[in-house]
């Protein structure tokens, strides 16, 4: 029988979405994988929201409609014809169904958008109870005086306990954060019986995307990325003045409505969003269903990046303007931003240590992709290090650093002219406010960043002149930046080559103690385990010497990152069965690593099925303590390393975080110039882990 917690509240807009993704990252990385099942949905018919963001970012498995019950409109006709005990009876059924295929269950109660409160919470607590569910308890804390609050907890409490239901804890949510601290004052009186933490109002997530107004409108993007789509929006403004009006009234964020038939406006919305004067709107809804006037569009057409989305709708604007007032603002898988925001405040303002302890919550040994980087996250956070990116115009960069200083990751610094930068930031509604951002060419460190690069350099002849020009490049001004103490670590490449990137680390920051040849590892989060496979990514040919210091770097990463290194070293053949000079490469190089590091466990030469099979590990390698456990799969060149981690996280869909070079004195690390915003967030948490290392 799995575990199980109850989300009710007793009342609606309490923030439902924000905790509900607080408590599944909570439970995922405790147990890897969680079920998530709604009784009652609000429409048997319409998709349900939060079904939605739950099944996508943690990959349930399941069909929307086997993660409901009924819809409350089910409910309501069933009530009506005296069936009641019914749907309940098929709840429990059901919900026993789920539990029989998770570890843990989190049920998530009633929205109150139909029947009434007293209704609503009677269900509830009924299915609660049925369940023999402990209840967290939701209160909402908007737009409520702090006596209102503590009566609201009070209440909800009271009532659960009445109907017979275990409080496991309490939430207050959507608290003005001027009123936090009174709050939490007031109701720490309830703690003596179960927790009651109080969680701000973020106004953030109350603001629709301009992809939900769109979907809303069902209108039509006439230009435009549909990456803006995503751009949160602060406020509406009806363009219904002149242009020098219009444009007195704009604000960051805005959602500026104008009649079809306005060119003037349209094409004077255009220029604000491309002039630094003005705020940045986020998007352009042209109402009346009018065609775009032929100038106009060609105006349009001839612009190489149109600055924001331009949607039309046949509506009048009255009748416009009051569907966008009406679009609920929904958290959806895609919303990499508010996802992030949502965790962080709840991570923020409840003991999740304690709230772990109120339900019982135990820790598996299987490893998730969500739940290794969540630990990465909470290492990163528990030392925060500097980290530089030197791309700061690069839009992926700009997005990846919103997100880590949104989630308390890192402190950054951004290289780069500072007004090219917030360009680029505020037409990608990046908020920038909290970075640093440094231009090479106008910095007080520039002269003595070019004195001690010449002095590290002196022996090849490197003269003050030439290195003034090195240090005007971003790569080479972050690499001096981490090696002068001035930041933690670098993360490079998105918009250079893999020299660009680290032939600055070899000639400034250099090789650790000990280690002859700088070497990388991919990460490879499998579905429930991370394994580390070396080198793919920079040495072509190792020879022997080589292979054994990359495998011995790649044990102290995996190690580093909570990996227990067991090392294999692969070739073609396994033992003794094979002969030939790369098979001897490796036999000597596992040799060498013996002897250097006596304490790891190594094995080889072993074939790769045999490393990571135990079956075939014992027929191949009988009694090796590596043969079918190994964690650490050590490539014995470029070719066959790079090919095999693509192979891996293509066929299986395994994430591969990477490389992460190692044997540098201090965390360098590459960027593939594909890569995703995901992907510069991994490599800059990874540094930062490495930096702790260092």
Same mark, same amino acid.
């Given at each position: ?8 509240s007793?009342e609606p ?9 607080g408590l ?8 890897g994988? %969680? ?5 009652i ?8 929201h939060r ?15 086997e993660?409901?019950a009924?819809g ?8 009506a ?11 429990l ?14 049920y998530?109660?009633? /929205? ?6 007293a209704l609503?919470?009677?269900v ?9 569910a402990?209840v967290l308890?939701?209160?909402n804390?908007?737009?409520?005086s ?6 609201g907890?009070?209440i ?8 017979g239901?275990t409080?496991?804890?309490?939430? %207050?949510?959507?608290?003005?954060p ?7 004052s007031?109701?720490?009186a309830f703690a ?27 209108a039509?993007?006439?230009?435009g990325?549909t990456?803006?789509l ?5 406020s509406v403004?009806?363009?219904?003045m #002149? ?10 964020g805005?959602?500026?409505? %104008? ?15 491309l002039a ?5 709107i ?9 065609s ?17 989305p331009i ?10 303007a009051r569907?966008?007032a009406?679009?609920?603002?929904v ?9 992030? =925001?949502?965790v ?5 303002h409840v ?10 919550v135990?820790?598996t040994?299987?490893v ?14 528990s ?10 115009? /690069?839009?992926r ?12 990751? %890192?402190e ?15 037409a ?22 070019a004195s ?8 090849? @002849? ?11 490049d971003?790569?080479?001004? @972050?690499?001096?930046?981490v090696h002068?103490?001035?930041? /933690?670590?670098m ?6 080559t =893999? ?6 680390a070899?000639?400034i ?23 580390v ?14 292979l ?6 790649s044990a102290?990463t995996a190690?580093?990152f909570?990996?227990e290194?067991?090392?294999?070293m ?22 060498l690593?013996?002897?250097r ?11 790769y ?12 390698l009988?009694?090796?303590?590596v043969?079918?456990?190994a964690?650490v ?10 090919n095999?981690?693509?192979a891996?996280?293509r #066929? ?7 490389p992460?070079l ?7 690390n ?13 490599t ?9 290392a260092?």
């Amino acid at each position: 029988m799995a575990d199980r917690l109850y989300v009710a509240s007793l009342e609606p807009r309490a923030g439902r979405s924000l905790v509900t993704l607080g408590l599944m990252e909570l439970l995922t990385r405790r147990l890897g994988t %969680v079920g998530y099942w709604r009784p009652i949905v609000p429409s048997s018919s319409e998709p349900d929201h939060r079904i939605e963001l739950i099944r996508r970012r943690y990959s349930l498995g399941a069909a929307p409609r086997e993660l409901f019950a009924f819809g409350a409109d089910e409910v309501a006709d069933a009530t009506a014809e005296g069936r009641s005990d019914e749907v309940f009876k098929v709840i429990l059924e059901r919900a026993r169904a789920i539990e029989e295929r998770f570890p843990f269950v989190l049920y998530d109660g009633t /929205d109150y958008t139909g029947s009434s409160a007293a209704l609503e919470f009677e269900v509830n607590a009924r299915i609660a109870t049925d369940l023999a569910a402990p209840v967290l308890a939701l209160v909402n804390g908007a737009e409520r005086s702090t006596d209102d609050v503590v009566d609201g907890v009070r209440i909800a409490r009271e009532s659960l306990l009445a109907e017979g239901c275990t409080v496991a804890a309490t939430i %207050v949510n959507r608290v003005r954060p001027g009123q936090l601290e009174e709050v939490r004052s007031e109701v720490a009186a309830f703690a003596s019986e179960s927790p009651v933490w109080a969680v701000p109002e973020v106004p953030e997530l109350s603001m629709p995307t301009v992809r939900e107004i769109l979907d809303e409108l069902d209108a039509d993007q006439l230009a435009g990325s549909t990456v803006d789509l995503d751009r949160e929006v602060s406020s509406v403004k009806i363009a219904a003045m #002149s242009l020098p009006n219009v444009l007195s009234h704009l604000e960051d964020g805005s959602l500026v409505i %104008v009649p079809g038939d306005r060119p003037d406006v349209i094409v004077g919305a255009l220029a604000s969003r491309l002039a630094t004067t003005y705020p940045n709107i986020a998007a352009l809804v042209l109402t009346g269903g009018f065609s775009l006037q032929p100038a106009v569009e060609q105006l349009i057409e001839g612009l190489a990046d149109v600055p924001i989305p331009i949607l039309a709708v046949p509506s009048d604007t009255y009748t416009t303007a009051r569907r966008v007032a009406a679009t609920p603002a929904v958290i959806r898988a895609s919303s990499e931003r508010k996802i992030a =925001t949502a965790v962080t405040t709840f991570e923020e303002h409840v003991d999740t240590a304690e709230l772990e302890r109120r339900i019982e919550v135990s820790r598996t040994d299987r490893v998730t992709p969500l739940m290794f980087e969540y630990e990465l996250v909470q290492r990163a956070r528990s030392d925060r290090k500097h980290i530089v990116l030197p791309e700061g115009e /690069d839009e992926r960069v700009l997005r990846a650093a919103e997100l880590l200083t949104r989630r308390n990751v %890192v402190e950054l610094t951004l290289l780069g002219e500072p007004e090219r930068v917030r360009a680029r930031a505020d037409a990608a509604g990046v908020d920038l406010s909290d970075l640093r951002i440094v231009d090479p060419a106008e910095s007080d460190r520039l002269e003595e960043f070019a004195s001690r690069y010449a002095a590290l350099r002196e022996h090849k @002849g490197v003269t003050h002149e030439f290195a003034l020009e090195t240090m005007l490049d971003v790569s080479y001004f @972050g690499t001096m930046m981490v090696h002068e103490g001035l930041a /933690d670590g670098m993360v490079s490449g998105a918009a250079h080559t =893999t020299q660009h990137t680290i032939r600055p680390a070899f000639e400034i920051i250099r090789t650790a103690p000990g280690v002859s040849v700088v070497s990388s590892v991919f990460l490879m989060l499998l579905a429930d385990r991370v394994l580390v496979y070396g080198d793919c990514a920079v040495n072509p040919e190792p020879d022997a010497e080589a292979l054994a210091d990359i495998a011995i770097s790649s044990a102290e990463t995996a190690e580093n990152f909570g990996i227990e290194a067991r090392v294999a070293m692969l070739s073609y053949s396994t033992g003794e069965s094979g002969k030939g000079r790369a098979v001897e490469e490796v036999r000597r190089a596992t040799e060498l690593v013996r002897e250097r590091r006596p304490d790891l466990e190594v094995d080889g030469p072993i074939q790769y099925d045999a490393a990571v099979d135990a079956s075939v590990g014992e027929a191949k390698l009988p009694g090796s303590n590596v043969a079918g456990r190994a964690t650490v799969f050590i490539f014995p060149d470029l070719n066959t390393g790079n090919n095999t981690y693509k192979a891996v996280q293509r #066929s299986s869909g395994a994430t591969a975080i990477g490389p992460v070079l190692q044997g540098l004195n201090k965390p360098v690390n590459d960027l593939s110039r594909g890569c995703l915003v995901d992907d510069i967030v991994n490599t800059v948490t990874i540094t930062a882990v490495q930096a702790q290392a260092s």
